[in-house]
């Protein structure tokens, strides 16, 4: 899987997982669409991944370490209700987050060791 691949997919993940969490809340916040506007900025500059431009890598993988951490609070309070639903769905946004940067950590060494590898003039 490429990066841009698995950021996409975190992408869905966010959104998708965002609406259902904000649809099913006994008590819906709008704290739940957070998930949703990262994984809304990830779709955006997607393209951008895909092309391997720098900057769009750069910028979304720190957008998606931001929304890993962010997900934190929301874990440790869908722990505290033993609200096991909302545990799943922050677990596996928190899961793909991971993902995503496991692959564009995996495209920064691979970039380097390529332009190591290239001859200087």
Do not use: C
């Not at 259902?20 to 709008?30: C, E, H, I, R």
């Not at 890598?57 to 934190?72: D, K, Q, R």
């Not at 928190?94 to 920064?108: D, G, H, K, N």
């Amino acid at each position: 899987m490429k990066a841009y691949q698995a950021s996409l997919l975190n992408a869905l993940i966010l959104i998708l997982l965002g609406v259902w969490a904000y649809l099913v809340s006994d008590n819906p916040s709008f704290t739940a669409f957070i998930p949703v506007a990262f994984g809304l900025a990830l779709l955006v500059i997607n393209p951008g991944l895909k092309k391997e431009r720098k900057l769009a890598s750069h910028i979304a993988v720190v957008l998606t370490i931001l929304v890993s951490f962010g997900l934190i609070k929301p874990l440790v309070a869908a722990i505290g209700r033993d609200d096991s639903m909302a545990i799943v769905r922050v677990v596996v946004m928190m899961l793909s987050s991971l993902l995503a940067i496991y692959y564009f950590v995996r495209s920064f060494i691979d970039v380097r060791r390529a332009r190591d590898n290239f001859p200087k003039r």
